[in-house]
């Protein structure tokens, strides 16, 4: 079963859980903004992915321009901001297994398709 983290209104989003549902698998579509991940599941996450959590943070959003760019936050306060504001974190989240991606390209994308993410 792959799980998308979707958010239905970014075209990115939209686009990466087509190309899933066209894979002919089973999809479990988290809508992230709905039902934001718990701390213990955005850590999960992040070790899939292999990134820290500032590496998860959507850095154009309003919200971190206008709250976060210019403070300093260790990994646990980001997790903390995160999972309290799950409109800051990157989409769409693809995870296969034990592996995971941020599928916002046409090369992730392949991923998922042809190495079941790697």
């Known amino acids: 079963m792959i799980t998308i983290y979707h958010n239905p209104r970014c075209q990115k989003s939209r686009t990466a859980l087509q190309h899933i549902e066209s894979l002919d698998t089973d999809v479990k579509i988290v809508e992230y903004l709905k039902n934001p991940p718990s701390v213990k599941e955005l850590k999960e996450v992040l070790k899939l992915l292999q990134l820290k959590p500032v590496d998860l943070v959507r850095k154009k959003e309003p919200l971190f321009v206008?709250?976060?760019?210019d403070g300093s936050y260790s990994d646990?306060?980001?997790?903390?901001?995160?999972?309290?504001?799950?409109?800051?974190?990157?989409?769409?989240?693809?995870?296969?297994?034990?592996?995971?991606?941020i599928a916002r390209d046409e090369v992730s994308l392949k991923k998922i398709k042809y190495y079941k993410i790697y």
């Not at 206008?66 to 760019?69: E, I, L, N, Q, T």
């Open 76 to 101: 646990t306060q980001w997790i903390k901001i995160l999972v309290e504001n799950p409109i800051l974190i990157e989409r769409p989240i693809v995870i296969n297994g034990d592996k995971a991606i």
């Open 66 to 69: 206008s709250k976060y760019k």
